[in-house]
């Protein structure tokens, strides 16, 4: 089973909205990613968790927060975004993370966000 | 710029015939690759991989030939399949640009279109 489940589907929120996107993998995985995909355009790393610490992230501007409340479990919580944030947000998770040299990340089926 | 590139946006195939996705990179630090395919409003399905240390992998009708040489792989699928039809991305990951492994670097995808 490589499933990774991602809530909502689909999200509208205002500039003034705080919302958050949640994300579960129930595979043992100890590492766990967010990804922002553009139309047409590839996937964006934004953060790495190994181990339910954060480990990398890509110079997000802070209005993206995100939390590792167990292995099990991702959010990234949302506020005051801006309409370019418009985006397919995917989840991933891979067994070891960025210690190991061939770990493969399955992706979850994504959150589409639209910024009003 | 763009480390890891698809230069064929578009790829139409007969049904049966074989499709040959191409992907070049330009880090040498890049050391392990993958190929993801993706319908839209989905995420990224892996597919299959290849290590630095190997040439060739195959899995079903899906195979990766790596030429580290000229900083190239490509994906075969044979014989295809109108169900194959799909955006395909590569991506690679290794110790580049001072980032850990990660990370993965996309290349911009090339349709695949198989025609019955």
């Known amino acids: 089973d490589t499933e990774v489940t991602q809530t909502p589907k689909h999200l509208v929120m205002g500039m003034t909205n705080k919302k958050s996107l949640k994300c579960e993998q129930h595979?043992?995985?100890?590492?766990m990613y967010w990804y922002k995909q553009k139309a047409k355009k590839p996937p964006e790393l934004m953060f790495v968790?190994?181990?339910?610490?954060?480990?990398i992230n890509e110079s997000v501007p802070s209005r993206f927060s995100p939390e590792c409340p167990n292995s099990s479990l991702l959010n990234l919580h949302l506020h005051a975004l801006q309409p370019e944030d418009s985006a397919l947000y995917l989840c991933?998770?891979?067994?070891?993370?960025?210690?190991?040299?061939?770990?493969?990340?399955?992706f979850g089926p994504g959150t589409r966000l639209t910024v009003l | 710029d763009q480390q890891v590139k698809q230069n064929s946006p578009s790829l139409s195939v007969q049904e049966g015939r074989i499709s040959i996705l191409n992907c070049d990179y330009t880090?040498?630090?890049?050391?392990?690759f993958l190929w993801y395919k993706k319908y839209p409003a989905e995420g990224p399905t892996f597919l299959i991989s290849?290590?630095?240390?190997?040439d060739k992998n195959e899995d079903g009708r899906f195979t990766v030939f790596l030429n580290k040489s000229a900083k190239h792989l490509s994906l075969h699928i044979v014989p295809s399949q109108p169900g194959d039809s799909a955006v395909y991305f590569c991506?690679?990951?290794?110790?580049?640009?001072?980032?850990?492994?990660?990370?993965?670097?996309f290349g911009q995808g090339t349709i695949l279109t198989v025609h019955p």
């Open positions: 991933a998770s891979s067994q070891e993370g960025p210690n190991s040299r061939t770990d493969t990340q399955y």
């Open positions: 595979m043992g995985h100890r590492a």
């Open positions: 968790y190994s181990y339910e610490k954060l480990s």
């Open positions: 880090n040498s630090m890049f050391d392990y």
């Open positions: 290849i290590s630095s240390i190997k």
């Open positions: 991506a690679a990951s290794g110790r580049a640009g001072g980032t850990s492994y990660g990370k993965l670097t």
